[in-house]
């Protein structure tokens, strides 16, 4: 049965004093697909071990269940693990492969070939019991890591990075498949990826980590519409980042450039961070007049086609540099580089940051 | 130009000729000398009359003295052998395994200090401390553990005890670079999936270095039949090894040819053993390709 995780003020201090991970507390609730987002050094895969049993924290605990795991030794934690490199066992079949935790588990012969076989049929691999590792293309050896870590049906998934060895295209397949094969089961999943698209696309929800903290936790729509520090906005997709100081409703960002701040946030004085993603603005040619607070005049810099959508970088007016994405609506609406162009935007889509 | 090219493929490959050489003059023809020296009924180069002959191997089969010397030779190996192994590869993995750099480099030191000092050296070492008034015994008598002197000294006990002390580092060496080599993700990826550690190291990591067990324990029991000055100093001529009667046929019985028969039966014995490995490789690993 699928557990809940409660991470509760773990941090992992190594000897010299790096602390590679500082105060982590979240919940992973029953049945959910939890990422754990970040550039690399930010403690997600030590987070990641910690929970799995190959690190212990330095202060803090970890609960399954609402039972303290902190010291439980790995092999007594009854969680499956997909390792970033798969970590199969060379000098064994893919069935001996899968039927490792099993055995393990003192199961009779009958029934553990029952249950690598039906592991094996749902990572769709039937046929390739008797080859080894090696013999595999990459895409199929993650199968067989994920159908070893299945098949014992543990408490908790855990992936680090599984499939950051994967081509792109193998890559989404195996997103998807690996997102149906967790609804179906129902599994815990704790997901490890410095990928962003990939934490947006497969999560329930993310833990944003940097510096061994954790930013935000949300799921993917509030992490990326409303990020709640500056590093969030910025790690998460393209983000245009304003900072200036707050003149009665509007957010003066120096250079000639006036922000009107959204409804929620026109009270307070002093010194602000905002984020507006590029798709909230919309570019029009030069229009007769700006609308203060919302609008701005500015020239087209450079252009990177993305196939569905044009990513522009427009310069305004006093100097600002201004990402616009807009989608493709035809070579004759495209802009090229020197077109007058004018930016307009909603107050609203304004997010206000942290620090 | 094509013919030049033709004949000298590549430069390079000259690189290979002084090698070649060096082997074809200085292994390849002694080994080949030694061959023929084995069937002969005297030397060649002092008698101009000799004939083709069986009798050393013959003779060697015959008396059983000889075939106790061969046995106790290949003994001598492999108790060396499983000795070194047992006390080499907790280090070796040890070493594989630590994590901090100075510890590191603090154990393969003292994996190769014992490596600066000559055989004879070490072995004489040894003698004072084996001996009957050596150090073991003394410390052994003066505990009240024992009331006689163990015979430690001139006995195949004593000549191991040498042996170990001077291969291990071979062993530990051989198998350092195997089990580095070994995934730790693989023992973690088994504890993972329920095996407690031990369970872990025997399922995965132990198998896995089969290659490096074998590798190891065919240099030690090599280097341990071969050995001469150990079984000399250790032995003092109480136990008979065939690279102490090797010499004592050539330097006092001037019988070239049945040092000859007894240098080839040694070498049979190593090359067996070479053979065995690869095929117990092949067998273990299978059709593994290592990634």
Known sequence: ??????????????????????????????????????????????????????????????????????????????????????????????????????????????????????????????????????????????????????????????????????????????????????????????????????????????????????????????????????????????????????????????????????????????????????????????????????????????????????LYRVELAGGHRVLVQQPNAGTSRLFVPGNGVTLEWTPADLVVLKD | MNSTAATRPNGLALFILPSALLFALFFFLPIGLMAVMSVLTGNPVVMPKVAFTTRHYVRMIGDPFYLEVIWTTVRIGLVTTLVALAIGYPLAHWMARIKSRTGHALLLMAVLAPMLTGIVVRTFAWMTLLSDKGVVNETLMSLGLISQPLKLMYTETGIVVGLVHIYVPFMVLTLTGVIGRIDERLEQAAENLGASPLRAFLEVTLPLSLPGILAGSLLVFALAISAYVTPILLGGFQIMTLPILIYQQISANFNVGFAAALGIVLLVISLLLVVAYNRALGLVSGQRELQ
């Open chain 1, 1 to 310: 049965m699928s557990a809940s995780i409660e991470i509760a003020g773990v941090s992992k201090v190594y000897d010299g004093g790096v602390r590679a991970v500082d105060a982590v507390a979240m919940d992973v609730r029953q049945g959910e697909f939890f990422s754990l987002l970040g550039p690399s050094g930010c403690g997600k895969t030590t987070t990641l071990r910690m929970i799995a049993g190959f690190e212990t924290p330095s202060s803090g605990a970890i609960r399954v269940d609402g039972a303290d795991i902190t010291h439980v030794p790995a092999h007594k934690r009854d969680m499956g693990m997909v390792f970033q490199n798969y970590a199969l066992f060379p000098h064994r079949t893919v069935a001996e492969n899968v039927a490792f935790g099993l055995r393990m588990r003192g199961l009779d012969k009958a029934t553990i070939a029952a249950k690598v076989k039906a592991a094996l049929a749902m990572v769709e691999l039937s046929g390739l019991e008797d080859r080894r590792p090696a013999q595999l293309s990459g895409g199929q050896q993650q199968r067989v890591a994920l159908a070893r870590a299945i098949v014992i049906a543990p408490r908790v998934l855990l992936c680090d990075e599984p499939l950051g060895a994967l081509d792109k295209k193998l890559r989404q397949q195996m997103q998807f498949e690996l997102k149906q094969l967790q609804k179906k089961l129902g599994l815990t999943l704790v997901f490890v990826t410095h990928d962003q698209e990939e934490a947006l696309a497969m999560s329930d929800r993310i833990a944003v980590m940097n510096g061994g903290r954790v930013e935000q936790v949300g799921t993917p729509t509030e992490i990326y519409n409303q990020p709640t520090t500056r590093f969030v906005a910025d790690f998460i997709g393209d983000t245009n980042i304003f900072r200036g100081e707050r003149v009665g409703p509007n957010l003066d960002v120096g250079k000639g450039l006036i922000l009107a701040l959204p409804p929620s946030e026109m009270q307070g004085t002093g010194v602000l961070s905002v984020a507006l993603r590029p798709e909230k603005i919309r570019l029009i040619p030069r229009a007769e007049s700006a609308a203060a607070g919302s609008s701005a005049h500015g020239i087209v810099e450079n252009t990177n086609f993305l196939g569905g959508a044009v």
